[in-house]
């Protein structure tokens, strides 16, 4: 007999526990069974939509004593009374005539409140997290590189200005020092050094005033 089943199981709007013999349904309407009765519904929703036969049945409740079929009978008759059941009708048990009995129906396991969740449910919210994650950084990039720094926009040197005054007081030389910001100014900064010229380095030198020697 399947443990899960015995746990308890739904039959349409019915609520089935087994373990305490309890069919429950709607607006609080329950119905006790004797562990005889619960055996048998259990044996049905084991092999619910097939055709299980007296013997079956039997052997399950009473160890496949024949003499209690007439009991068989009557436990199927409390099984369709607890679900409104009518013999002429069936909407949950079908008797199949010299045969045995059919369960008709869908049995569906309850979800437990606390059900926890399964390792492959677990790693598809972990990596659509992951994913959900690297979009986000990747706005929050693109919004700041638009209006923060805007496309195609450098900032600024900030310069400096000094001084360089000769002994005679006469000759000035301004030298400029401009501090390059560290975002996206060290590749040029590499290309201009790789590009300077040897006279562009003479030329330079030249701006400097001859000092007079004094004797």
């Not at 746990?7 to 429950?24: D, I, N, T």
């Not at 024949?66 to 009978?73: C, N």
């Not at 045969?99 to 919210?125: A, D, M, W």
Request: charged residues 20%; aromatic residues 8%; hydrophobic residues 40%.
């Amino acid at each position: 007999m399947s443990s899960k089943l015995l746990q308890g199981f739904l039959l349409g709007p019915w609520k089935v526990e087994p373990m305490r013999g309890v069919v429950s349904g709607a607006n609080d309407e329950t119905h006790h069974l004797e562990p005889k009765a619960m055996d048998v519904f259990v044996c049905l929703a084991e092999h619910a939509n097939e055709v299980v036969t007296r013997d079956q049945l039997l052997d399950v409740a009473w160890g496949g004593n024949t003499a209690f079929d007439e009991q068989l009978t009557r436990v199927v008759g409390d099984l369709r009374r607890a679900l409104h059941d009518h013999p002429g009708d069936s909407t949950y048990i079908e008797t199949i005539p010299k045969r045995g009995y059919r369960l008709i129906g869908q049995i569906r396991l309850p979800e437990s409140p606390g059900r926890s969740v399964s390792i492959t449910q677990f790693n598809k919210h972990k990596l659509s997290f992951g994913i959900f994650a690297v979009l986000v950084l990747a706005i929050v990039y693109l919004v700041y590189d638009a209006f923060v720094i805007g496309p195609g926009q450098e900032e600024a040197p900030a310069t400096t200005s000094a001084q360089v005054e000769d002994i005679s007081g006469t000759n000035r030389w301004e030298m400029s020092i401009a501090v390059l910001p560290f975002v996206r100014q060290i590749p040029r900064v590499a290309a201009s050094a790789a590009t300077l010229r040897e006279d562009n380095v003479v030329q330079a030198v030249t701006r400097f005033p001859a000092r007079s020697l004094e004797s």
